[in-house]
């Protein structure tokens, strides 16, 4: 089955500079790579989503980029602000009938941007 | 949130006894699924419905079962509960089930003593 990895576990940056995570995946068949964040005490909420027929998808300071070849996908947050603190899951999905929707998610990235 | 809740959100409970999560969505969506996140683990699946009556079991489904007999509810039981099993349960919806997006509910945070 489908196994993600993401790193780094956790990341520390200064307000204003870029973050960066990254996954890779297994499964070649996987097509879609949704992000989540999560705060503390609530559920994980979907900030971005690229399909493998896009390298490369923007949402104001977010950005996700994919490499089939390398089976790779990455979150890039710009300016980052206090409110980015939280923990970042990355996921994939194969878009398979049999599939069901199941994600596979990479293990978190606990993110800090300190003032 | 999408229209989930999740109920109780807070629950604890002694290591033998059954224990129900309930997951109820006002979105009408077909599929429904319960994660259940542990430290340096993710989210990863226990079962999945996609349709009323029709479930599967996900990746760690061993002392879990689900029942959906209506769209809206999605339930989650632990039939003797361990302290493996403490955790926090999320449920989520999708609208299908080829690589659309999925919501989360809120979660419950399950302590098992």
């Known amino acids: 089955g489908e196994n993600v990895e993401q790193h780094p576990s956790t990341l520390s940056v200064q307000e204003g500079d870029s973050a960066v995570i990254k996954c890779t995946y297994s499964?070649?068949?996987?097509?879609?790579f949704p992000w989540y964040k999560q705060e503390l005490g609530k559920g994980p909420q979907l900030i971005i989503d690229?399909?493998?027929?896009?390298g490369e998808k923007k949402d104001q300071r977010i950005a996700v980029t994919l490499n089939k070849t390398a089976k790779h996908f990455s979150l890039h947050i710009t300016e980052t602000q206090p409110e980015d603190s939280a923990v970042y899951f990355c996921?994939?999905?194969?878009?398979?009938?049999?599939?069901?929707?199941?994600?596979?998610f990479g293990a978190g990235t606990q993110v800090v941007v300190t003032p | 949130d999408a229209g989930i809740t999740q109920s109780p959100r807070h629950k604890v409970t002694e290591t033998g006894t059954p224990v129900t999560l309930r997951c109820h969505q006002t979105?009408?969506?077909?599929?429904m699924y319960w994660y259940r996140q542990d430290p340096g683990h993710g989210l990863r699946l226990i079962h999945y419905?996609?349709?009323?009556?029709?479930?599967d079991k996900g990746e760690v489904s061993d002392g879990y079962s689900v029942s959906r007999s209506k769209t809206e509810d999605f339930l989650l039981t632990l039939e003797s509960a361990t302290s493996s099993q403490t955790s926090v349960y999320f449920c989520?919806?999708?609208?299908?089930?080829?690589?659309?997006?999925?919501?989360f509910g809120q979660g419950t945070r399950l302590t098992v003593v």
């Open positions: 979105e009408n969506h077909r599929y």
């Open positions: 419905s996609y349709g009323v009556k029709d479930t």
């Open positions: 989520a919806i999708s609208v299908n089930g080829q690589g659309a997006e999925a919501f």
């Open positions: 690229i399909r493998s027929n896009v």
């Open positions: 499964d070649s068949a996987s097509n879609y």
């Open positions: 996921a994939a999905s194969n878009g398979r009938a049999d599939s069901w929707g199941k994600l596979q």
